[in-house]
Nanobody, 127 residues
Framework: QVQLVESGGGSVQPGGSLRLSCAAS???????????MGWFRKVPGKEREVVAY????????GYADSVKGRFTISQDNAKNTVYLQMNSLKPEDSAMYYC?????????????????WGTGTQVTVSS
């Protein structure tokens, strides 16, 4: 079983920044370097949607159109941790953000294809 622990959420004003972290438990022997890691978000009444993902040992990344140019996903393999740097935040970015992982060197956008999930961290953007 892989445990993913998110942190870094909070409240921020529009235009502000936050950095989310997702640490994969070392006890599970799951490594970020050779697998797919993704960030998703969900607001009540809407489907969970992909925000960003990273794979191919951090070489390949993908982003939702709504966050391109504002969010950056990265990973630190030594710490077995994936980050989501969120800049120029907007009220519509408010959501519960989840880290997810799946084996293999490919990251789909469909959340149903991910095997492991964190419990989420809340991001609220408001003035």
């Amino acid at each position: 079983q892989v445990q993913l622990v998110e942190s870094g959420g909070g409240s921020v004003q529009p235009g502000g920044s936050l950095r989310l972290s997702c640490a994969a438990s070392r006890a599970s022997r799951y490594t970020t370097s050779n697998n797919c890691m993704g960030w998703f978000r969900k607001v009540p009444g809407k489907e969970r949607e992909v925000v960003a993902y990273i794979y191919n040992n951090g070489i390949s990344t993908g982003y939702a159109d709504s966050v391109k140019g504002r969010f950056t996903i990265s990973q630190d393999n030594a710490k077995n941790t994936v980050y989501l740097q969120m800049n120029s935040l907007k009220p519509e970015d408010s959501a519960m953000y989840y880290c997810a992982a799946r084996g293999g060197n490919y990251c789909p956008s469909n959340p149903m294809r991910y095997d492991y999930w964190g419990t989420g961290t809340q991001v609220t953007v408001s003035s």
